[in-house]
């Protein structure tokens, strides 16, 4: 049997498939199946087309099922399906690395493959506590993070980040040397266009958490430059500048988290380089191959490269890996998204849609239950009033109405996120805004 045959003979089983982050239950009583995934647009199970405008979960920089990608794959699979990367190595691991080097800040020229956000994100911080050790700083072992971050959901991700839900469940297990400063979404900021003006003094933050603790024990702060799956929380104007400052002047390793916001999404390779700031690592993942094969890492700074090779005596320098770290598949797509991203300079999107992307998000103030608008680059969010004792609920709604017209966007909360593919056009951003204002003026 063909298993992507749905006719009536072989009707699906919704059974058994234990889904990720989903309402489950839900999901099983009003399914949505999609079967294809062109450019911007998937086809869902009944034929229709629906406009892709979260990149799928943050990730299809490119769109869907772009020929280079495709055809990589393919070949890939065909010559070389596996081999794994301890001890053995193969051509396309490196090229993508020295392609990554080549792309981010001077200087960040080491990469570590992961195949997850989530890997990416406990890679650097054993990086950076293995770092510390090496240099005779071994009492340097508690990170920083922040109210409202995500970092995937591995341990030690969950406990650097602050989204409620994904760390109740687990009080008891998460890693004890952990500080939280406070998110900078403030309610004066509402309605912002781009940066908003108010929130530099909570980078400040930083220095109580090392006045508290003294630097001497601590390793490393993670911030994602824009927390997307915490809500689309865009960073305060100078805040990720002061927080910069304050970890040089304390020797504390600064972690961009950019699993989102990476491969293009502000208007440059990394949002690093669109702040003109210097993290000491960066996490990837999602957008490095368009969404096409999972694929995740690290990149570092030279100087926490060398340490580990410069350590003295032979062997293995970092006891860290993953079964597929650097897997082929997903290193031929990364090679060929790159041609893609170069050909089409589709990084530079965000600098010239990026205006009317704004002017769309904040066409929705005034709209019922609209508190507020705000974007980044190609990111953004309209957030709705809660209601009354079912925090969600109202934007859970919002998707699935805009889900019948044919349009995908994604609820965080009560905010309805926007993320489209970086090869949208004008077209594409009035159908999203324009389907998401009519079912906003018939929500409950
Ligand atoms: N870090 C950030 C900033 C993310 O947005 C995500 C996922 O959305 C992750 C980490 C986790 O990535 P993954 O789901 O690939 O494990």
Known sequence: MDPRDLSASHALNLEHYWMPFTDNRRFKAKPKLVVAA???HFTTAEGKQVLDGLAT????NAGHG??????????????????????LGHPLAFRLAERIAATALMGMG?????????????????MAV???????????TRFVGRERSYHGVNIAGISVGGVPSNRKAYSGILLAGVDHLRHTHLEKNHFSRGQPAHGVELADELERVV?????????AIIVDPVSCSGGVLIPPQGYLERLREICTRHGILLIFDEVITGWGRLGAAFAAQRFGIQPDLITFAKGITSGAVPLGGVIAKDSIYETFTGAPGAGIEFFHGYTYSGHPLACAAGIAAFDTYEEEKLFDKPNTLGKDFENG????????????CRNLGLIGAVELASRTGAYGERAFDAFEKCWDKGVFGRPVGDALAFCPPLIAEKKHLHQMFGTVAEVLKTLA
């Open 211 to 219: 006045a508290r603790h003294d630097a001497s024990n601590i390793a």
């Open 38 to 40: 062109k450019d911007m």
């Open 110 to 126: 080491h990469v570590f493959f992961t195949n997850s956000g989530s890997e990416a994100v406990d890679t650097a911080l054993k």
């Open 57 to 60: 979960l943050w990730c299809v």
């Open 361 to 372: 998000i904040h066409a929705f103030k005034g709209l019922p239950h609209v508190v507020d």
């Open 66 to 87: 772009r020929p280079r990608i495709v055809e990589a794959i393919r070949r890939q699979a065909g010559e070389l399906d596996f081999a794994a990367s301890f001890s």
């Open 130 to 140: 293995a770092y510390h050790r090496l240099r005779g700083e071994g009492s340097r």
